[in-house]
């Protein structure tokens, strides 16, 4: 007995060559049938088209990404701009209100000159035009008065606040917290959120306050460099990761295509004898489909079916002299006993004898001996 592999195609298609018959001696590698290679040629043009065209999406979707980056560094500093734009406007309020109240002091101080003047000048102390001037004086510094005040409301409606507060209020008092509700700057944190959010970042919580989120931006970098940030946020975007998965896939198909081709030629996988031929050229076969066998010629044994009585003094590695009829004079090749079959012949067969009466009666088994060959 011996080996036998059998000969089965990976793929499918039709035989337009068969290059061995039976009781040829083939070597491990030789080529046995060829399968019609063109429409597997296609298939690797196909996927080879495929895996240019992915990689051209995936050039696509790294200039998304850096285009995202971009606006989502625009945006970052758009929201430190917003919430500096506010700082400035609270400490031009209070320059307006510090500029009111020295309005108000030189409003004052005309109107006590006024008063003087109107008392100095029935008695000829002050000339009427001098009271003229004092009384213009006045109406020039009120109007200022008005508008340094106007000025305040303007700027308190600009963020957001009542132009005119309550009495018990100053009008420079503003909210410690504004330069973070403020609505422009809620809006530049929202932008920023968006845009992060499609890089795939992930905004754990999209109602945090903007410097906690630009805070946790600065945090994604052991060094605080944003611009380290946003590299790895291109290079993990979902648009590129989506990209060099649909790369990778059409690569894989490629090389799949490119075995396929391969698997067109159909050769021998061990040194041996060609048997069992079932194939001819113009056949079509199908994947898996037995078309011949392959008999070892080196990994060869004897199967000897002893009794049952004749075991009691046979051991593995035991030596063996067989001789062989076949080459004419008795010939003989050197072996060892290499193991014992875990059943009879009558328990391996297809159809063992059954006992169905319970009437017992004792048959010497045989036990096949497997005897591997030395030096052969």
Not at 233 to 239: E, K, R, T, Y
Not at 352 to 367: D, M, S
Request: hydrophobic residues 40%; negative net charge; aromatic residues 6%.
């Amino acid at each position: 007995d011996g080996h036998v592999t059998l000969v089965a195609p990976r793929v499918s298609g039709q035989v337009p060559q068969v290059l061995v018959d039976d009781n040829y001696r083939v070597k491990r590698g030789d080529v046995l049938l060829q399968l019609d290679p063109e429409p597997y040629r296609i298939q690797v043009n196909i996927r080879q088209a495929a895996v240019t065209v992915a990689e051209a999406n995936l050039v696509a979707a790294q200039a998304q990404a850096r285009s995202l980056a971009g606006q989502t560094r625009t945006n970052y500093y758009g929201l430190k701009y917003a919430m500096e734009q506010v700082n400035e406007q609270v400490a031009n309020l209070r320059a307006n209100v510090a500029a009111y109240n020295s309005r108000k002091a030189e409003l004052e101080l005309a109107r006590s000159n006024l008063k003087r003047g109107e008392e100095l000048a029935p008695v000829g102390g002050v000339s009427k035009e001098d009271l003229d001037v004092r009384r213009q004086t006045v109406k020039v510094d009120e109007a200022q008065v008005d508008q340094a005040l106007q000025a305040i409301y303007a700027d308190r409606a600009s963020l957001g606040l009542v132009a005119q507060p309550a009495s018990e209020q100053e009008l420079g008092d503003v909210p410690d917290n504004l330069d973070q509700n403020f609505s422009a700057v809620r809006e530049a944190l929202a932008r920023l959120n968006q845009s992060s959010a499609q890089l795939g970042y992930d905004v754990h919580a999209w109602d945090a306050a903007p410097q906690q989120a630009l805070e946790r931006v600065q945090n994604q970098d052991p060094e605080g460099n944003v611009d380290h940030v946003y590299a790895l946020l291109i290079a993990n975007a979902p648009p590129v990761k989506q990209a060099q998965a649909q790369l990778l896939q059409a690569q894989r198909d490629l090389e799949q295509a490119e075995l396929d081709l391969k698997y067109c030629t159909v050769v021998s996988e061990i040194d041996g004898v060609v048997t069992r031929r079932d194939v001819n050229p113009g056949n079509n076969v199908q994947a898996g489909q037995d078309v011949m066998a392959v008999r070892s010629l080196t990994e060869i044994w004897v199967n000897a079916n002893f009794k049952e009585t004749q075991l009691a003094d046979l051991r593995i590695g035991q030596r063996v002299s067989c001789e062989v009829d076949m080459y004419g004079d008795h010939r003989n090749f050197e072996g060892r006993i290499t193991g014992f079959t875990m059943g009879t012949g009558q328990t391996l067969a297809l159809l063992p004898p059954q006992n169905a009466t319970g009437n017992f009666v004792k048959i010497v088994q045989r036990l096949p001996v497997r005897i591997e060959f030395t030096d052969y």
